[in-house]
């Protein structure tokens, strides 16, 4: 009898850091997912819609991609990088912020034209209970999921967050795009498991791993081989790190990682879009991750994606 798949919705701002491209990958080529839908998020969601669907269609998928919000609830999200990354950045022809991995051809692949917030509330209700919200982005779409349609707050199985960590001296980039839309889901009631940075920076390609996917055949591959090159050009970055990727994976391989509970939620003050302890929050704590096996990691997600 075989294993009944997982049903994912995965919320992407695929375009900035490649580990979204590469997330994507694992959920295509693992199999292992029923994935009902891609939603893309923040900054130019439509060229992130493009970009998503156009590397679908080189995996021979049909999952249909869905834009969502790319403004936070507050934050201003062209002030949110560093002044020497801001002076890099670009416009597109509707005056968005252009990815820096896009390349023209993507256009070509075609996303739906139903919102990502109203794709999830649906699909909620279509699946109550079933449905686990992969995010690797800001949460805007999944906030104002909640807010649109309290009613599905019971009906979500789970949230899969790369999100947040412990003991940063710094705020986690998903939570600081957004910080209200995290504190939000985070602060849901619904079951959240979290992914945090300080977990996911153990998982670096080496060399040897992306001189694997410079020999690969796959169309996917080279296409997302030259999205990285792209960022590596605009970031100054010479390696990529899985943080997205083990969200994923860890659905699936529930062993993987070491977990705990807490009860943390957002500081939305003096230090915003900080992870902080909240003692007094007793009935949703949160479980994230503590510790990742690095090797069984890597081994399983080259030996799928290759």
């Not at 509707?94 to 990815?99: A, K, S």
């Not at 977990?199 to 030259?226: M, P």
Request: charged residues 25%; negative net charge.
């Amino acid at each position: 009898m075989n294993k009944i798949k997982p049903k994912i919705i995965f919320d992407t701002d695929i375009g900035d850091d490649i580990d979204d491209a590469f997330a994507l990958l694992f959920l295509v080529e693992s199999k292992a997912f029923d994935v009902l839908g891609v939603t893309t998020v923040f900054r130019n969601t439509r060229q992130r819609a493009h970009m998503a669907k156009y590397l679908l269609e080189a995996l021979n998928s049909d999952i249909k991609v869905y834009a969502g919000c790319d403004y936070p609830l507050i934050s201003n999200p062209d002030k949110l990088n560093v002044e020497a990354i801001q002076k890099k950045e670009k416009k597109d022809r509707y005056g968005m912020y252009q990815l820096p991995q896009w390349s023209e051809e993507m256009e070509s692949a075609q996303f739906e034209k139903q919102h990502a917030v109203d794709f999830i509330i649906e699909q909620i209700h279509k699946y109550p209970h079933e449905v686990i919200l992969c995010g690797v982005g800001p949460l805007t779409n999944f906030a104002m999921a909640l807010r649109k349609d309290p009613t599905i707050v019971p009906l979500i199985k789970e949230f899969r967050l790369m999100s947040g960590g412990q003991n940063l001296n710094f705020a986690e980039w998903n939570v600081f795009c957004d910080p209200e839309a995290s504190y939000i889901v985070y602060n849901s009631n619904v079951k959240t498991i979290c992914i945090g940075i300080d977990t996911t920076c153990k998982l670096g390609l080496s060399k040897e791993d992306i001189d694997k996917l410079v020999h690969s055949q796959s169309k996917a591959i080279k296409i997302t081989y030259d999205m990285m090159m792209k960022w590596f050009a605009h970031y100054a970055f010479e390696a990529p790190v899985m943080h997205d990727p083990l969200a994923v994976v860890s659905i699936i391989k529930p062993n993987l990682c070491q977990y705990e509970e807490k009860p943390l939620t957002v500081d939305l003050s003096n230090r915003r879009g900080f992870i902080v302890q909240d003692d007094k929050k007793v009935h949703n704590k949160l479980t994230i991750s503590t510790d990742v096996n690095v090797r069984e990691f890597i081994n399983l997600f080259m030996s799928v994606i290759l």
